[in-house]
């Protein structure tokens, strides 16, 4: 019996080298996009606290300090950033309960 030669390309080695080259590794480093993606996160992030101003009908006060206080309906920008704080503090109490939380289970495995 003759053995038959297993091709595993499913082109059966139609490609030329110039096109298999193509694929081959350039030497340059990949560059790091978490910077553009904490950027983006950040836009998105207040783009949707911004929409959330318009979803209220009543106009709400808030005061910063007894001094400092805006209207929901009057200064809307203060009022989104006033919301996409929130938001931002929100995440990060989650984040610090997860790593705090974390570590206490590793000095507690059972």
Same mark, same amino acid.
Request: glycine share 4%; proline share 2%; net charge positive.
């Given at each position: 019996?003759?053995?038959?030669?297993?091709?595993?390309?499913? %082109?059966?080695?139609?490609?030329?080298?110039?096109?298999?080259?193509?694929?081959?590794?350039?030497?340059?480093?990949?560059?790091?996009?978490?910077?553009?993606?904490?950027?983006?996160?950040?836009?998105?992030?207040?783009?949707?606290?911004?929409?959330?101003?318009?979803? %209220?009908? &009543?106009?709400?006060?808030?005061?910063?300090?007894?001094?400092?206080?805006?209207?929901?309906? &009057?200064?809307?920008?203060?009022?989104?950033?006033?919301?996409?704080?929130?938001?931002?503090?929100?995440?990060?109490?989650?984040?610090?309960?997860?790593?705090?939380?974390?570590?206490?289970?590793?000095?507690?495995?059972?």
């Amino acid at each position: 019996m003759e053995d038959k030669k297993t091709v595993w390309s499913l %082109q059966k080695n139609k490609r030329t080298q110039e096109e298999r080259d193509v694929f081959k590794p350039t030497g340059k480093a990949p560059k790091n996009k978490t910077l553009s993606y904490v950027i983006w996160a950040i836009v998105m992030l207040f783009a949707a606290s911004f929409s959330l101003t318009f979803l %209220q009908e &009543d106009a709400i006060d808030v005061c910063i300090t007894s001094t400092f206080c805006f209207n929901s309906k &009057d200064s809307i920008g203060l009022f989104a950033l006033y919301i996409f704080i929130n938001i931002v503090v929100i995440v990060f109490a989650i984040l610090g309960a997860y790593i705090i939380g974390k570590k206490i289970g590793d000095k507690f495995k059972l």
